[in-house]
T-cell receptor, first 112, second 110 residues
């Protein structure tokens, strides 16, 4: 089956710093990737759709200047949380599309 | 507005019990319905359903779709503690941009 990786799996940072999360499709090319956020005991919340070679499409209420998405190649999308604050602490999950969505293992972000 | 509703929200059972998880949906367009299991990390794929009345089975898990009544069920027989997880239902409206339900949190007691 298709494999999607995320890096890092866990990150702790100080308030005000920026954090970059990578999402890679390891054995297939993905024109479309999705970024989700998940709060404890809740379902997945779609943040944005990342399309290779074009701007990301953000869901209502998601600040595009805060969560920068770059999909520079068919196997890599990155999410940068800029000027992170404690309320940005969450579990971030990406997925890549090949006939269906394949999920990465997630990144747990803790902002102190 | 498209929506996917799961019930119950949470469930506690004992090992050996059989459970049925429900997923109903109202969407403008429908391509498939998917079930995922989520433990501590990201969701893992269980089933994709596209046609009504055809049961999909994997070990103790099975699922079926009713496109007329707009719902699906996920059955788990002879539950084990390792089945404890959040079970997510999602609908693909044809864009690969899934609509997720709230999830059902299942806890299986030894």
């Amino acid at each position: 089956g298709a494999v999607v990786s995320q890096h890092p799996s866990r990150v702790i940072c100080k308030s005000g710093t920026s954090v970059k999360i990578e999402c890679r499709s390891l054995d297939f090319q993905a024109t479309t990737m999705f970024w989700y956020r998940q709060f404890p005991k809740q379902s997945l919340m779609l943040m944005a759709t990342s399309n290779e070679g074009s701007k990301a499409t953000y869901e209502q209420g998601v600040e595009k200047d805060k969560f920068l998405i770059n999909h520079a190649s068919l196997t890599l999308s990155t999410l940068t949380v800029t000027s992170a604050h404690p309320e940005d602490s969450s579990f971030y999950i990406c997925s890549a599309v090949q006939e269906t969505q394949y999920f990465g293992p997630g990144t747990r972000l803790l902002v102190l | 507005e498209d929506k996917v509703v799961q019930s119950p929200l949470s469930l506690v059972v004992h090992e050996g019990d059989t459970v049925t998880l429900n997923c109903s949906y109202e969407v403008t367009n429908f391509r498939s319905l998917l079930w995922y299991k989520q433990e501590k990390k990201a969701p893992t794929f269980l089933f994709m359903l596209t046609s009504s009345g055809i049961e999909k089975k994997s070990g103790r898990l099975s699922s079926i779709l009713d496109k007329k009544e707009l719902f699906s069920i996920l059955n788990i027989t002879a539950t084990q503690t390792g089945d404890s997880a959040i079970y997510l239902c999602a609908v693909d409206p044809g864009t690969y941009k899934y609509i997720f339900g709230t999830g059902t949190r299942l806890k299986v007691l030894a």
